[in-house]
């Protein structure tokens, strides 16, 4: 409560503030390069406004493409202000989709006095293709193409074909796209070696006949000089070439490289990188998309000019541009307009914050966007300040714990649903399947710059000297149909860490209760709190369950199996609450799990009979990973796990290893296993080992 009476005086003295007929004027919306253009061209586009109050001004722009389809591409955004003039962050647009004509808006706000203002402007894209012949160009990006072929007809399906003029890689292909006359069609080609020469083709498919064009040349570009780029290491070598790439993500702690997103062959040469515009700022790939796009959460500036860690959601294309984005600025002026408690900024909390003082800093972790209609979830995290000794803490001081908040946007990525572990009336505190008492197991905190953490903003002198982090979400998954009966629609399964367990939300699609369904994982030592499912132990193995875990989804469109990296931190740590330093070595390393379940019958916030969980695969990695990592069930029958923090003590060097595993045999596999390949690469965040750039995984 005292948090939303701070919040409500807080917008009413903004109101109090502002003249009360405050305008805002646009000046100009100027591109770099006047029209027409054609497809590819990079194109920057700044606009100027002026505002009768004292701002901040916000710009957000628009694209409609010459069918009609209006998209938001960059979200509000605060500008810089000189001289009385507000100018936007430029808006980088390069256009890879239909010629014609475009039109391109800026909507300018100031959310202190809600005034907007807006400016429209039209804009000719030309093809590439002026005759029958196909062409091809290079990209900003040295190992990605652009290949534009004429027009084919209506209800047929194009693709391009690319290999290695010399060498005995095999052939490429991207996705297969939808014709649509009278327009050309064109594609992004990646996955080729660097400074090599290929011969590339497009494939037109109408119904069962398949006609090919004719062949184009291209030599790749090499590698820039100005980026550092990972060395791979073949550990052992690969028996499978049904995945033949390896699409690698990097954090890289206790060092200031910044590795660029990178895709390997099997024998770790690159194919395909992305480097944010400021090779200084890190980025990571949550997710990869179909069709070759990225969802990625970045650093840069956004509203506050004093935080630039993970402030941005960005999609980009295989060529680097950004097809949209976000940021922690307006998600938090979406959230408050929705109502949301814990969603404001950081900035506006009052110094000392006050008990129940609450805010959102950054996005985190994962972001996905497999719910229907092409939405998208998203992780961010909020800091809630607590009365002294909350969660056990000793200073006798306000407490500062971290929580998570997962946010639905649409197709625009606007906010249209959130999930606040806080917040009762959010889904969150108050239900007894995740009550704030529930301390992470192994107490880990966040100080103000610690490795592993999200930005903290609520620490001070009146504050306990560590935040305490309470979840630590890591992946989010969205579940189509689950088995039980119980949903109508999609719900949401997520992953916290530090409290060892696995959780479902009643999400249905955005219908339901917010409500967490179910937990599973083991029983927590301090608090005696157990999970909603047992264990069906086959192996006998001393410690059965996943701690620490990343990566969680469900295989086989959600029917079962569970894949996850058990990293085992709990496992591993010292009694009492793990096996410590005495423990055997399948037990002191990190394991590729896939488990079976079945579902808790009757309502588990009140009572209820519990699931069963039992093992396909608990496999030793090799090595323990402190943190991150990945796992995933490939369509041939194999396991492919992500080992991403391995510290080899007697190198003095910390890796990530690639692992893909053989079949499973019918009974439960258990300990060392087949492998098929093991990639060593500096730590990694995540890994995905594909068929191509343009087909990832489904989880």
């Known amino acids: 409560m005292p948090n939303k009476i701070f919040n409500l005086l807080t917008g009413l003295l903004a109101v109090w503030s502002v003249p009360a007929f405050a305008t ?13 253009q054609r497809i590819g061209r990079s194109i920057s586009w700044t606009a100027t406004a002026t505002d009768s109050a004292t701002g901040p001004l916000t710009f957000q722009f628009n694209v409609t493409n010459p069918n009609g389809l209006t998209q938001l591409v960059k979200n509000f955004n605060v500008g810089t202000l000189n001289a009385g003039t507000w100018t936007s962050v430029p808006f980088i647009w390069v256009p890879t989709g239909i010629e014609g004509s475009y039109q391109i808006q800026v909507v300018i706000k100031d959310f202190t006095t809600g005034q907007t203002a807006s400016k429209t402007t ?20 040295p190992l990605v193409a652009l290949f534009s072929a004429p027009s084919c007809a209506s209800g047929s399906l194009m693709r391009v074909v690319f290999h290695e003029q010399t060498g005995g890689a095999p052939e490429s292909v991207t996705n297969w796209v939808g014709c649509h006359p009278p327009n050309t069609m064109t594609f992004e080609i990646a996955g080729m070696y660097p400074s090599k020469a290929y011969n590339m083709f497009a494939q037109t498919k109408t119904g069962t006949k398949t006609t090919s064009g004719p062949t184009l040349a291209f030599t790749a570009g090499a590698l820039p000089t100005n980026i550092a780029f ?10 499978d070439t049904t995945y033949p790439i390896v699409l690698h993500t990097f954090i890289t702690f206790g060092t200031s490289t910044v590795y660029p997103d990178t895709a390997t062959d099997l024998a770790g040469n690159i194919l395909w990188y992305y480097s944010a515009n400021d090779v200084s700022n890190s980025d990571i790939i949550t997710r990869p998309l179909p069709g070759g796009d990225n969802i990625t959460i970045q650093d840069d500036y956004a509203w506050d000019p004093t935080v630039s860690s993970q402030q941005f959601l960005r999609q980009v294309d295989l060529a680097g541009n950004i097809v949209r984005e976000t940021n922690m600025g307006v998600i938090q002026q979406e959230l408050l307009a929705k109502g949301a408690v814990d969603g404001g900024p950081c900035s506006a909390v009052h110094s000392p914050p006050p008990i129940g003082a609450a805010c959102t800093g950054a996005f985190h972790h994962d972001a996905i966007q497999t719910l229907p209609n092409g939405w998208t979830a998203a992780l ?8 002294p000794g909350t969660q056990g803490d000793p200073s006798g001081l306000p407490v500062d714990i971290i929580g998570d908040m997962i946010i639905v946007m649409d197709t625009d990525w ?9 917040d009762p009336a959010g889904g969150g505190n108050g239900y007894p399947l995740l009550p704030v008492s529930s301390t992470a197991v192994l107490a880990e905190t966040c100080g103000s710059n610690t490795a592993g953490c999200p930005p903290v903003f609520l620490l001070g002198s009146t504050i306990a000297p560590l935040a305490h982090d309470w979840l630590h979400a890591n992946s989010l998954y969205y579940w189509p149909a689950p088995q039980d009966g119980n949903s109508t629609g999609g719900d949401i399964v997520w992953s916290s860490r530090h409290q060892d367990w696995i959780f479902r939300i009643d999400y249905r699609d955005g219908a339901g209760t917010k409500r967490l369904l179910w937990r599973m994982g083991p029983t927590h030592t301090a608090t005696g709190l157990t999970g909603n499912f047992t264990f069906t132990n086959t192996y006998g193995d001393p410690w059965p369950w996943f701690s620490h875990q990343h990566d969680v989804g469900i295989q086989n469109a959600g029917t079962e199996p569970i894949t996850l990296l058990d990293n085992g931190d709990t496992r591993i740590s010292n009694p009492p609450l793990g096996l410590g330093a005495g423990c055997q070595p399948l037990d002191c390393d990190s394991r590729g799990m896939a488990v079976n ?3 808790p019958v009757g309502n588990c916030v009140t009572s209820c009979t519990p699931g069963t969980v039992t093992p396909v695969v608990s496999l030793d990695l090799g090595g323990y990973s402190t943190a991150m990592g990945s796992a995933d069930l490939l369509g041939n029958g194999n396991y492919f796990f992500e080992n991403a923090i391995v510290v080899d003590l007697l190198a003095g060097a910390t890796y990530g290893y690639s692992l893909e595993f053989g079949p499973t045999p019918p009974a439960p596999q258990v300990g060392p296993a087949d492998v098929l390949l093991n990639l060593s690469a500096p730590q990694h965040y995540r890994g995905w080992q594909l068929p191509s750039l343009y087909d990832p995984p489904t989880t």
Do not use: C
Not at 24 to 36: K, M
Not at 126 to 140: I, K, N, Q, R
Not at 381 to 386: M, Q, T, V
């Open 597 to 599: 379940f079945t579902q």
């Open 24 to 36: 805002v004027t646009v000046v100009s919306l100027t591109p770099t390069h006047r029209p027409p």
């Open 380 to 387: 961010i995290d909020i800091e809630r300040i607590f009365p």
């Open 230 to 239: 990972p060395t791979f290491t073949v550990q052992s070598t690969a028996k």
């Open 122 to 141: 039209m804009f000719q894209i030309d093809p590439l293709v002026t005759g029958s012949t196909p062409v091809v160009e290079a990209t900003a990006n």
């Open 414 to 422: 606007r906010v249209q649903w959130y999930w606040d572990a806080f």
